[in-house]
């Protein structure tokens, strides 16, 4: 685990209100309007995609803010922007996950435990970067997980 401070980055996103529960329709389905956007606006991917997690409080129930994006560079047209911003660079706790996205909330759990030991404070803001995806052996899954800090 390492605190640091994530960079600020564009991003072409869409934001949904969801819940744990609700996350796996949404997984490989949603990031493929974001790509097709990217193509059609010959547009540069500048990274991996992430999710990013507000108000989510761990319960499988409650509903939060979910924006999956994809870093990118290039002209947006005025009719998009609504689904184009910055994000700013924040302090974070984060870790790398290898495996399963079904065995993620262990590694969350870890990751909490650590900031309530070492008395940081979260800022109710956590994201994913999906650096690997193996669809066929997610073991070799490969995920940044960074949960925002004050």
Same mark, same amino acid.
């Given at each position: 685990?390492?605190?640091?401070?994530?960079?600020?980055?564009?991003?072409?996103?869409?934001?949904?209100?969801? @819940? &744990?529960?609700?996350?796996?329709?949404?997984? =490989?389905?949603?990031?493929?309007? #974001?790509?097709? $956007?990217?193509?059609?606006?010959?547009?540069?991917?500048?990274?991996?995609?992430?999710?990013?997690?507000?108000?989510?409080?761990?319960?499988?129930?409650?509903?939060? @803010? &979910?924006?999956?994006?994809?870093?990118?560079? =290039?002209?947006?047209?005025?009719? #998009?922007?609504? $689904?184009?911003?910055?994000?700013?660079?924040?302090?974070?706790?984060?870790?790398?996950?290898?495996?399963?996205?079904?065995?993620?909330?262990?590694?969350?759990?870890?990751?909490?435990?650590?900031?309530?030991?070492?008395?940081?404070?979260?800022?109710?803001?956590?994201?994913?970067?999906?650096?690997?995806?193996?669809?066929?052996?997610?073991?070799?899954?490969?995920?940044?997980?960074?949960?925002?800090?004050?």
């Amino acid at each position: 685990m390492l605190i640091k401070t994530h960079p600020a980055m564009a991003v072409l996103f869409n934001s949904r209100q969801t @819940t &744990l529960g609700e996350l796996q329709q949404l997984t =490989g389905t949603a990031i493929k309007e #974001l790509y097709k $956007y990217v193509a059609d606006l010959d547009l540069l991917v500048c990274g991996p995609s992430y999710w990013f997690y507000y108000g989510n409080d761990g319960r499988p129930e409650t509903r939060f @803010t &979910l924006d999956i994006a994809i870093p990118v560079f =290039g002209q947006v047209p005025t009719a #998009l922007l609504p $689904y184009f911003k910055q994000i700013p660079a924040a302090k974070c706790l984060s870790a790398f996950h290898v495996g399963s996205w079904q065995t993620l909330p262990c590694a969350y759990n870890k990751m909490v435990q650590y900031i309530s030991e070492n008395g940081l404070q979260m800022s109710g803001n956590a994201w994913e970067a999906f650096l690997h995806i193996d669809w066929t052996r997610p073991e070799n899954n490969v995920t940044e997980i960074s949960i925002g800090l004050l």
